[in-house]
C-alpha cells in the first residue's frame, strides 16, 4: 500500500486546515478556494486527499524557536505589530512593564505559555479576537490579575496560559480596542 492510501488521523486534518487557514491570511487563496479546500480536508480519508490540498502552496515558514527570554532591568517590554511567538516566552523585568500584542502576530502554536516575572511592572496581553487565556496560575503580591476574555480553551483558538508573579503589579488581558473612527 502507497503512503499516499493510507488513512489520516484527526490531527492529520486538522493540520491541513491550519494550513490552509494561514494561507488563506497571506492572500494566497480566495474566500471560496478556502471553503472548499476545507470542506474537503475535514472530510479527507487519506493522505492523498490532503496533500492534494497543500501542494499549490509554500512550504510552511520555518518553526519559531519553542522558547524565548526576554529581559530588561529598567526599560519597559513591548511586542507588537507583525511578530513571530514562540511556543513560550518567558519575560523578567525588574522596574518596567511589559505589553505583549498578540492580535497581528503570527502564531504558529494553538497554545502559547507565558511566564512573567515581574518586580515592580505590570503586564498587558492583547489577544487576537476570539483568543483565550488562563490566568489562574499568576500571582501578585500587590496587585491583581484582571482578565476580559474568557479562560476555557477552545478548538481552533488561540489558547495563552499565563503563569508566574508581580510583586507590586498587576496583569491585564484583552481584546484590542475597537477604533471608531478607522478608516
Known sequence: MSELQMRVSDDDRERTTRRLQQAFTEGRLTQLELEDRLEVALTARTYGDLL????????????????????SKNGNLKRSGDWAVPRRLRVSSKYG?????????????????????LTYGSAKIILPEGGVASVDAFRSDYGYPKSTVPSRPRPGSLYVVVTGRSKYGGLVVRYPRKRWFAH
Do not use: K, R
Not at 499549490?56 to 520555518?62: F, G, H, I, K, M
Not at 492580535?103 to 497554545?111: K, L, M, T, Y
Open 52 to 71: 492534494g490540498l497543500i501542494t499549490d502552496l509554500p512550504d510552511e515558514q520555518s518553526q519559531v524557536d519553542d522558547v524565548i527570554d526576554l529581559e
Open 97 to 117: 512593564s511589559v505589553e505583549l500584542d498578540f492580535s497581528e502576530a503570527v502564531i504558529a502554536h494553538p497554545v502559547v505559555d507565558v511566564e512573567l516575572d
